[in-house]
């Protein structure tokens, strides 16, 4: 019996097949690593292949045969939200041609159990403090909609031939639970902030006139080592007959302003940096945090680490 992960090589991904094969369990990895780092995944099986490519299709058949593939959790995707806006059908070519292919060869070989990487960015812009898997889903980018039809794959997968599935909706992901893991993408705020370090110029908030106490946006950040297990935890609920619930928030409930994030940093790493506030960018909520109670009550998973460890982590791996 062994694990299949797909986007293995990549930030999350390598944090899950790592945790998994410290657990004992056998991990297969596919990448293709078009953003993944070979390295993340060295002494783990793994292939070289393009989800999205029609060839998929029968490579992966026949790599779940040979190594008895019973749960697939699939992280491989494109994630740039500015870059799905302004490429859209490269977007719904690798994310959701990739997860056609992935569901086709899991239908013939006969594997049942997926774990989807869902996001938050499935919600869009929810007017709400807390935001639980009941509100309307209602992206408002190709990256999100992605997601949002991803799940909706699944789920008719389930209807048509009995695939049991989880859709984990992360919220932010950050810090690192290995220092070779690190997230070595500038996309985030928390890389974004320590380039602007090391670069010696000054990270930027956009808006400072949000609705939030200090002005600027709140996000749910979780560390990728929780994020990580929240995925062993899904695995042990498809092992179960009666699933109350596919969706599941990741994140932690609590949210941390933009420039909380920054004087955070600025006290983890002892570097007194300055930063300048800019004009708001078009499509960001002023605040998104998980309600993150049904994954507790029911998988029995909580976040362990805070924004404090989340920050020491990341700047540790990078340092
Ligand atoms: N980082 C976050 O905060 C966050 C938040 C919500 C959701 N997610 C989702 O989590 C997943 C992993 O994100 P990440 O932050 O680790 O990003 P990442 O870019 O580090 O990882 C994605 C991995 O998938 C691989 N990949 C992409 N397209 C592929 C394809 N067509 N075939 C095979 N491999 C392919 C890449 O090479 C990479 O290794 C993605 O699905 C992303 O949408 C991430």
Not at 107 to 119: E, H, M, Q, R, T
Not at 150 to 179: C, I, K, P, Q, S
Not at 185 to 203: G, T
Request: hydrophobic share 40%.
């Amino acid at each position: 019996m062994s694990v299949l992960v797909t986007g293995g090589a990549g930030y999350i991904g390598s944090h899950v097949a790592r945790l998994l094969t410290e657990s004992g369990t056998k991990v297969i990895v596919v990448d293709d690593l078009s953003t993944g780092i070979e390295s993340r995944v060295s002494g783990l099986t793994s292939y070289r292949i393009d989800l999205a490519e029609p060839s998929a299709v029968a490579a992966l058949e026949a790599l779940m045969r040979e190594h008895s593939v019973d749960s697939v959790i699939h992280l491989a995707a494109l994630k740039r939200v500015g870059d799905s806006v302004e490429n859209p059908e490269k977007y719904f070519n690798k994310n959701l041609g990739g997860q056609a292919n992935l569901l086709l060869a899991m239908k013939s070989a006969g594997v049942k159990k997926l774990v989807f990487s869902s996001s938050a960015a499935a919600y869009g812009i929810p007017d709400v403090d807390l935001v639980s898997e009941e509100e309307a889903a209602s992206p408002i980018n190709p990256y999100g909609q992605t997601k949002l039809i991803g799940e909706w794959m699944a789920a008719n997968a389930e209807t048509a031939w009995g695939l049991r599935h989880v859709n984990l909706r992360y919220f932010n992901a950050a810090g690192a639970g290995w220092d070779d893991l690190a997230d070595t993408q500038v996309l985030n705020l928390i890389p974004i902030v320590f380039e602007a370090i090391n670069n010696k110029s000054k990270p930027k908030v956009y808006g400072s006139d949000y609705n939030t106490p200090d002005g600027s946006c709140i996000r749910d950040y979780v560390h990728v080592l929780d994020l990580a297990q929240a995925h062993i935890k899904a695995l042990d609920y498809l092992e179960q007959d009666k699933r109350e619930f596919n969706t599941f928030n990741v994140g932690t409930g609590f949210g941390s302003s933009v420039i909380e994030v920054l004087e955070q940093i600025r006290e983890t790493t002892a570097i007194n940096f300055e930063y300048e506030v800019v004009e708001r960018r078009a499509g960001d909520p002023a605040r998104l945090i998980a309600n993150a109670s049904r994954i507790e009550k029911i998988m029995g998973w909580k976040a362990k680490n805070s924004l404090v460890e989340i920050i020491d982590s990341a700047w540790k791996a990078l340092s």
